[in-house]
């Protein structure tokens, strides 16, 4: 395989453009995973308070999405 000599990141996805005929996708960032109705629900059930409900909310969004 040959060195790529320019990026370009387009819809999340980073190119190779060596020449017109060699577009080969190098790296494709994952989709972000959002919150289902049943993550709500469960929230909204089990949170005592605003401030539980943000952290219960975050703390589900960073396991959903590797962070």
């Known amino acids: 395989m040959t060195k790529p000599y320019a990026w370009q ?3 999340g996805t980073i ?3 060596k020449t017109s005929e060699d577009d080969v ?3 494709t960032k994952p989709q972000w995973q959002s919150l289902t109705e ?3 629900k469960t929230i909204v059930e089990n949170a005592p308070s605003v401030e539980w ?3 219960m909310t975050e703390s589900t969004l960073k396991e959903k999405n590797g962070g």
């Open 25 to 27: 996708p190098l790296y």
């Open 15 to 17: 190119w190779n453009h």
């Open 53 to 55: 409900a943000v952290l």
């Open 9 to 11: 990141a387009v819809g």
């Open 38 to 40: 049943q993550d709500v």
